[in-house]
């Protein structure tokens, strides 16, 4: 059910730690499909979105992690879909320029892992962590996601 949009990483980075496969009555996967045509999202998103949906609802999830989850979950099909064809389409200019960017996907699953484990983790790695997201980021997302998550930027930021 998960995707790599999905934040679904185990604690070695593999993907689909959390993925299950389950059996959908009629009734639900009719509106499901309905959702998926009238957002114009995949089948897993349209999932993904009515359980965020549900578990925030419920007061299982917070306000953020739902707001977070829900623009995910709301990204046109058609817009993913452009964008990886656009990626794979940007091919790197220079050794330098791969090696840049490998550099920073490394640090963007860093910091995907860090929001993940942000409630666990030791006040001196999120001191450490806080330092290298000023440095990263105007350049990755989830290093804002981070800073506001320990208070250094606000929603507005």
């Known amino acids: 059910m998960g995707s ?3 934040g679904n990483f185990s604690e070695h980075g593999g993907p689909r ?8 009555p009629t009734e639900l996967y009719l509106g499901l499909t309905k959702k998926q045509a009238a957002l ?3 089948k ?3 999932v993904l979105d009515c359980l965020n949906e549900s578990l925030f609802n419920e007061g299982y999830i917070t306000q953020e992690d739902y707001e977070t989850l829900r623009a995910q979950y709301h990204r046109k099909l058609i817009d993913i879909v ?5 990626a794979r389409l940007e091919t790197p200019q220079t050794l330098e320029d791969l090696r840049r960017k490998e550099k920073l996907v490394k640090v ?3 910091f995907v892992m860090a929001i993940e484990q942000f409630e666990t983790m030791p ?3 999120k001191q ?3 330092r290298k997201a000023e440095e990263v980021k105007d350049l990755v997302p989830e290093a804002r996601v981070f800073l506001k998550k320990i208070g250094v930027l606000n929603e507005e930021s």
């Not at 730690?17 to 959908?24: D, G, R, T």
């Not at 452009?82 to 656009?86: G, L, M, P, S, V």
């Open 108 to 110: 963007q699953k860093t």
């Open 17 to 24: 730690a959390n993925a299950h496969m389950i059996f959908i």
């Open 128 to 130: 450490y962590l806080a």
């Open 40 to 42: 114009e999202i995949g």
């Open 44 to 46: 897993s998103a349209a």
């Open 82 to 86: 452009k964008a990886k064809r656009d």
């Open 123 to 125: 006040l001196k790695s």
């Open 4 to 6: 790599s949009e999905s």
